[in-house]
């Protein structure tokens, strides 16, 4: 089992940054992979960006260039660094974690992006 928890959420005007924190507790060595993702009420839960235990990564067109995903393998926590942030980012952010068959998730964590 791998528990995830997120912290940096909030509120930030347009144009401004935030850092979302996702540590990972439990059988954390079983872990090839970890990522955010985002949903907006009555809407699916997309990728924003991944990560895995080489460094590899991957975005989501809409936040190429604006949004920088890293680890610390050694605290088990990845960080989603969010600049340039646009209204359209708002959404609950989860962070998510691999492993060989299983999928887990956070709580979520409110992005709220507005004037």
């Known amino acids: 089992q791998v528990q995830l928890v997120e912290s940096g959420g909030g509120l930030v005007e347009p144009g401004g940054s935030l850092r979302l924190s996702c540590v990972a507790s439990g059988t954390t060595y079983a872990i090839y992979g970890m990522g955010w993702f985002r949903q907006t009420p009555g809407k699916q839960r997309n990728l924003v960006a991944a990560i895995t235990i080489g460094g590899n990564t991957n975005y989501a067109d809409s936040v190429k260039g604006r949004f920088t995903i890293s680890r610390d393998n050694a605290k088990n926590t990845v960080y989603l660094q969010m600049n340039s942030l646009k209204p359209e980012d708002t959404a609950v952010y989860y962070c998510?974690?691999?492993?060989?068959?299983?999928?887990?998730w956070g709580k979520g964590t409110l992005v709220t992006v507005s004037s």
């Open positions: 998510s974690a691999r492993t060989d068959g299983m999928r887990y």
